[in-house]
């Protein structure tokens, strides 16, 4: 697939997921929580990231107002070329990123680096049943967590999308960060681990 090709994709799966009508949304919102909140590692205690949903992206209000006590939401800020992220609560003052993303208003100095995460919750824009993804092009979550190609270690990584953002198949590149899981508003995949 050539750097055009994953660009048509990219497009159509976005307009696919812009597509869906609010009521579906807010019940996929409803449904993804509850996949979330089930999976086998999501009792993890800690820093836990999700983002801000934009363009169509499943939403994760719902996740976020069910987290335990031993776990602090955070939303991810651009820093340099990768992601800190920053504790957040509803009412919390918010700024507009380069790309209009909405992110914590706070002294860069005070966010977490990616290692200092338990859980990170990723929008997708594509996927598909093997457990690949496709993100928005930028490389933001590759470049920030690219440390986990080189060990196993924490935080979980999860991507979250509609049920129709799958794909058939998606190619890897080498610097393609794989995932623990996919979670929908339907079913949640968990990518057999690579051996390379």
């Not at 208003?105 to 598909?128: C, K, N, S, W, Y």
């Not at 979250?160 to 794989?178: C, K, N, S, T």
Request: net charge neutral; proline share 10%; hydrophobic share 45%.
């Amino acid at each position: 697939m050539t750097a055009d090709d994953r660009q048509d994709l990219r497009r159509q799966l976005r307009q696919r997921r812009r597509d869906i009508p609010a009521a579906e949304r807010i019940a996929a919102a409803e449904a993804l929580a509850a996949r979330l909140l089930a999976l086998p590692f999501a009792d993890v205690a800690g820093p836990v990231a999700g983002y801000w949903a934009m363009d169509g992206e499943i939403a994760l209000h719902r996740w976020q107002m069910q987290l335990p006590a031993r776990q602090t939401y955070c939303l991810p800020v651009l820093h340099g070329k990768l992601l800190r992220f920053a504790p957040w609560r509803p009412g919390q003052p918010l700024r507009a990123n380069r790309y209009g993303i909405p992110e914590p208003d706070i002294d860069p100095e005070r966010t977490l680096h990616a290692q200092d995460m338990a859980l990170v919750v990723a929008p997708l824009v594509g996927f598909d049943p093997q457990g690949r993804r496709l993100g928005m092009g930028g490389g933001w979550y590759d470049r920030s967590f690219a440390f986990r190609q080189r060990q196993s270690a924490p935080p979980w990584l999860v991507g979250a999308g509609f049920a129709a953002q799958q794909v058939p198949a998606l190619p890897v590149e080498d610097w393609d960060v794989a995932v623990d899981a996919i979670c929908t508003e339907h079913a949640t995949l968990y990518p057999e681990p690579s051996h390379a």
